[in-house]
């Protein structure tokens, strides 16, 4: 069965900081792979996905993420942390013919 | 604006009661589908629909329903068979069901059992 794990339920950085917030898949078949935000009382908003075409995959917002094969990764990362990134971060994975499974979300805080 | 319209934001449940949240979308769509999130939780599939007048139970179906007699529209009933409902609920669409496309989301409903 397909599922992600991501790595700190909690991230804390300062502003300014790099933002690295981890995901792991499970399986050998390559996967579509997601992140989504979250921020209070509202609904998920796609970041960015990954569909095989570039392992290097840019979002919105400054966020970015590696697909690593070789160790079933696909880290979400962003140079520079702003206030307005404090929000929860969820990474899905789907596989063809299945259903978008969900990680148990990192929630990021960003201190001044 | 195109997007994903959920209501109502808030509702509230009294034991044996069956409530209806409702989802609309305007972005064409063919599928859609529901999701529950508990708090500090990841998000868990309910109902999905691949097409209108058609849809498959998700990993927790027990104790919900849902229809889907227009493109458009996807509601879910929860009822009184669903023991703990107090959630947030989140509807979603896709232009299709293929594994690569975006699932977008509504803004969510919150359900309390009082």
């Known amino acids: 069965a397909q599922s992600v794990t991501q790595l700190g339920s909690h991230v804390s950085v300062s502003e300014g900081a790099l933002v690295l917030l981890r995901c792991n898949y499970s399986?050998?078949?390559?996967?579509?792979l997601f992140w989504y935000v979250q921020y209070p009382n509202q609904g998920l908003q796609l970041l960015l996905k990954?569909?095989?075409?570039?392992?290097l995959v840019k979002g919105i917002n400054g966020f970015e993420a590696e697909f690593k094969k070789s160790e079933t990764s696909f880290h979400l990362t962003k140079p520079s942390a702003h206030m307005s990134d404090a929000a929860e971060y969820f990474c899905?994975?789907?596989?063809?013919?299945?259903?978008?499974?969900f990680g148990g979300g990192t929630r990021l805080m960003v201190k001044p | 604006d195109g997007g994903i319209t959920q209501s109502p934001k808030y509702l509230f449940r009294k034991e044996g009661q069956n409530v209806t949240l409702s989802c609309e979308q305007n972005?064409?769509?063919?599928?859609m589908y529901w999701y529950r999130q508990d708090p500090g939780q990841g998000l868990r599939l309910i109902y999905y629909?691949?097409?209108?007048?058609?849809?498959q139970k998700g990993d927790i179906a027990e104790g919900y329903s849902v229809s889907r007699e227009k493109k458009e529209s996807f509601p879910l009933t929860v009822t009184s068979a669903q023991k703990n409902p107090t959630a947030f609920y989140l509807c979603?669409?896709?232009?299709?069901?293929?594994?690569?496309?975006?699932?977008?989301f509504g803004e969510g409903s919150w359900l309390t059992v009082v």
């Open positions: 972005l064409n769509h063919d599928a």
């Open positions: 990954y569909t095989s075409a570039a392992t």
């Open positions: 979603a669409s896709s232009i299709t069901w293929s594994s690569g496309n975006t699932i977008y």
């Open positions: 629909s691949q097409i209108v007048n058609d849809f």
């Open positions: 899905a994975v789907r596989y063809a013919g299945n259903m978008l499974t």
């Open positions: 399986s050998s078949v390559p996967p579509y």
